[in-house]
């Protein structure tokens, strides 16, 4: 079992930067792939990024890629996203996630653990 607790975000202004942290519990926590998330009010939660277990593997969806960057500690247990050249677009609640299949993917319904959420507010 796997909890996740994200902190850090905030409000920023266009073109600023920040940086939301994920720390879990759990003693396999290096194994899993984990991935961010946002969901922005009346929208569909989606992809922001994903690394695998090592940090070898990175991927992002396309509007943040140059952007943003994941990176993980699994000596720390954390998962941190840096957010950089903030647009207003970027407002959302952002989750991490966990899965326990090695496999890293895109896809909400294949994530097992989710964190409560972080609120990340743009302002232009």
């Known amino acids: 079992q796997v909890q996740l607790v994200e902190s850090g975000g905030g409000l920023a202004q266009a073109g600023g930067s920040l940086r939301v942290s994920c720390e879990a519990s759990?003693?396999?926590?290096?194994?899993?792939?984990m991935g961010w998330f946002r969901q922005a009010p009346g929208k569909a939660r989606e992809f922001v990024a994903g690394?695998?277990?090592?940090?070898?593997?990175?991927d992002y969806t396309d509007s943040v890629k140059g952007r943003f960057t994941v990176s993980r500690d699994n000596a720390k247990k954390t998962v941190d996203l840096q957010m950089n050249i903030l647009k207003p677009e970027d407002t959302a609640v952002y989750y991490c996630?966990?899965?326990?299949?090695?496999?890293?993917?895109?896809?909400?319904?294949?994530?097992?653990?989710w964190g409560q959420g972080t609120q990340v507010t743009v302002s232009s």
């Open positions: 996630a966990g899965r326990s299949d090695p496999r890293p993917t895109r896809r909400t319904y294949e994530y097992d653990y």
């Open positions: 759990g003693r396999t926590f290096s194994a899993y792939p």
């Open positions: 690394i695998n277990w090592s940090g070898s593997y990175t």
